[in-house]
């Protein structure tokens, strides 16, 4: 178990959402377990005039987020964490000069034998992150002479390549790369990391990883919500942003990274930088043309309830052409991988809320039973990231009879058949990483980089190509139905439940 240091955290944009939805609960829930460090205490800060009292109330007193877990828990209990919470008001700007915030930040740590060990939270707009981290620079609060300082930045981290290295610039002018950490909440989940065991302890996959066994490789994120309250936001993005850039490409740098030589967190984001930058980056307009396909939801009717198309939402441009739905097929130029189609997707408005990959294997040289109905079955490791998080192996089997007719048999392990194991949540599992400098899960700079040279020219070709098409889906059905074209001869993709619309999957809009 790591030693987890004395410290305070300081979190920007601490009246925000995030805070009181995500990192307080996440906090909350490593003090219930005795995870946090003897002597630990949060200091929110923002522009919002709040008192201490007035925080803690806000967080954790009268918090929804809190209601359930506390209700039942003991008031000096519940009050010995929200007494670690304080609060500290920035005034109307996040850019102006940090002399205050020092001097309290001074005297919480004395008072609270913190030793002088800081981690800054910036749960703000990116085009904060250099102004922050300047400010905290200038009282120096970046200086590491006495105690350790790092800085935590949420997503979305750039719009573009070129924003992105700006972004890390200007964070490395203050902070030392080591002393950043990027986050990204799905590689907190607990099956995330699980790729990485399942791939290199278990001699019945490691041997079988690469294009001599496996036929190809499908990645889905599906979501049944829409853009909801966030379509200002999401308009600006897209799918492809907010989702495949960051969250996807992650997931993909483990299932294509080579071993790495230890479990340390560097020779683990050393492989991952490595795979991304051998992903085979399009340059051509019938290359994209024939790999990307994006679509938009249109409105339907699921279970009899009208739902809105993506351009009828709030906040979205009624001519709108972002892109709700993102459908990619790539190549990775190295020997483990060459000629392995790799189909990655990801999209709002679907039949239902799944995160999976899927390592489709190919089919013995040799088919004795290819008459018995084994045809279109591949063997499939199949790894669920959310929800009912776990790994399930299709194989074939006999059916019992006259005959050697297949049928395929499935093999299957829950987290959530591990009783007496308590499965931390994402936020819980990376602050706690973050606590103890453990960066394994956080991407670093060329990580985040290399990511955006592979979909930068995609994003500039869904903007700038000449046959560039917006396709329409009915919302509630998997996706536009020529996406499954991407596919080559496969047939289909894999969807793990049937369409909630009867509306056809297919138009082009634009």
Known sequence: MKKTNNQMLVIFGASGDLTAR???????????????????????????????????????YQSPYLKAKIEHLKENYIKGFADRLFYEDLGSDYTAEYTSLAKRISTLNVANGTDNNYMFYLSTPPSLYEPIAKNLADVGLNSQEEGWKRVIVEKPFGYSLETAKKLNT??????????????????????????????????IFEPLWNRNYIHHVEITNAESVGVEKRGGYYDKSGALRDMFQNHLMQIVSLVVMEPPIGDQPEEIRNEKVKALKSLRIMKDEKTFFDNTIRAQYVASEINGEKVKGYREEDG?????????????????????????????????????KVTEVIIHFK??????FKDSGVNNKDNKLIIRIQPDEGVLIKFGVKVP??????ERANLDFYYSSLAQTYVMEAYERLLLDAMQ????????ADEVEAAWEFVDPILNYWKNGKDVRMYGYAAGVWGPENADELIDDLGFWRNPSSNLADDPGYCVIC
Request: proline share 5%.
């Open 22 to 60: 995500k990192l307080i609960p996440a906090l909350f829930n490593l003090y219930v377990a005795k995870q946090l460090p003897k002597n630990f205490v949060v200091l929110g800060a923002s522009r919002s005039n709040l008192t201490d009292e007035q925080f803690r109330n806000k967080v954790v």
């Open 170 to 203: 200007g964070l490395q002018q203050y902070f030392k790369e080591p002393q950043i950490y990027r986050i990204d909440h799905y590689l907190g989940k607990e099956t995330v990391q699980n790729l990485l065991v399942t791939r290199f302890s278990n001699s």
């Open 316 to 352: 979205v441009d009624p001519n709108s052409t972002t892109e709700t739905y993102a459908a990619i097929k790539f190549f990775v130029d190295n020997w483990r991988w060459e000629g392995v189609p790799f189909y990655v997707r990801t999209a709002k408005r679907m039949p239902t």
């Open 363 to 368: 089919s013995p040289h040799h088919q004795i």
């Open 401 to 406: 009879g006259q005959g050697f007719k297949v």
């Open 437 to 444: 400098g453990d960066a394994t899960l956080y991407a670093r």
